[in-house]
């Protein structure tokens, strides 16, 4: 059964990735894929995910941070982006870009 949770990073997500095809940007969403084979509420798969993740990060030009709430998994990936000087944008909950959250 997907959880509540689940379901609105679902929908977060396939809403940033349409944003990213109107403006004919790659896009990877470890979002949409890893939660489809992982546990989200298994720490050890959730720090596992966020392993992943991050080895994606590091072929993106740009880490984009969504919402209004910077999550702990979160923070991990935008604190590893500032090490690899990788440009962070940061966009609120109506996908306008902001300065920070």
Known sequence: MITVNLRAKTYL???????YR????SRKASHL???QFMDDNNEKERDLAIFMDIILMGKCQEVWVLGDVISKGMNIEI???KKRR???RYF???FEEVDSL
Do not use: G
């Not at 109107?22 to 940007?25: E, T």
């Open 86 to 88: 990788q440009q962070i």
């Open 92 to 94: 609120n909950k109506d």
């Open 13 to 19: 997500s396939t809403e940033v990735i349409h944003l």
């Open 22 to 25: 109107v403006k004919n940007l």
């Open 33 to 35: 894929m890893f939660p």
């Open 79 to 81: 604190e590893k982006a």
